[in-house]
């Protein structure tokens, strides 16, 4: 199989701080990883394409010194949400890529972890 | 840019069959993607379609037709544990994905 895990599943925190996010593929080599951000009743919507060794690829609108994205290594990408404000109270969700045995690339989503800014 | 549309919202009795329709337009196409996603969890993988045609996987199956940019999902012999949001996603050329808002399907006994 192809297991991706998120660290913390849900974390709550005062506006102004900042919230680091981890995704990581557990049984797999990942060198594309994905992060979308989902609000309540709505879709889940890309935020950036994170590339292990180079820089991640933000999405028109995402602001990149805000959801800093590092791809440290092939299993492991982080999600740094710095001075977070009560807006950005959301559900945020990393993918893995993996070449699927049908031949195509498939992503592997982690359980997804909730923001709360208060 | 990337359009999909699917229904908001549709209610169907357990043991029943229900069809959720998906419609896109995209710039590229590598595939469409049928995910489960229940309130508080992540998407989890149903089907995949590239070629033409009806994908049977037990009381699921997914259809595609590229030349209408048309997709459905059919669910079977609906469970309660069936009900759920059901995302229809196209991967395009550059493999990302693109989601529709999603469809709530609630099972009524």
């Known amino acids: 199989g192809a297991v991706v895990s998120q660290h913390p599943s849900r974390v709550i925190c005062k506006s102004g701080t900042s919230v680091k996010i981890e995704c990581r593929s557990l049984d797999f080599q990942a060198t594309t990883m994905f992060w979308y951000r989902q609000f309540p009743k709505q879709s889940l919507m890309l935020m950036a394409t994170s590339n292990e060794g180079s820089k991640a690829t933000y999405e028109q609108g995402v602001e990149k010194d805000k959801f800093l994205i590092n791809h440290a290594s092939l299993t492991l990408s982080t999600l740094t949400v710095t001075s977070a404000h009560p807006e950005d109270s959301s559900f945020y969700i990393c993918?893995?890529?993996?070449?699927?045995?049908?031949?195509?690339?498939?992503?592997?989503f982690g359980p997804g972890t909730r923001l709360t800014v208060l | 840019g990337q359009n999909i549309d699917q229904p908001t919202e549709m209610t169907a009795t357990e043991g029943a069959i229900v069809q959720i329709n998906c419609t896109y337009q995209?710039?590229?196409?590598?595939?469409l993607f049928w995910y489960q996603q229940h309130a508080g969890e992540a998407p989890t993988f149903l089907s995949y379609?590239?070629?033409?045609g009806l994908e049977e996987k037990g009381r699921f199956s997914s259809f595609l037709s590229r030349s209408k940019g048309y997709s459905y999902l059919l669910l079977k012999e609906l469970q309660m544990k069936d009900s759920a949001s059901y995302l229809c996603a196209v991967i395009s050329n550059d493999y990302k994905l693109s989601f529709g808002a999603g469809t709530t399907v609630t099972v009524r006994a």
């Open positions: 993918s893995a890529a993996k070449i699927a045995s049908g031949g195509y690339n498939e992503q592997f």
């Open positions: 995209t710039s590229g196409f590598n595939g």
């Open positions: 379609n590239v070629l033409d």
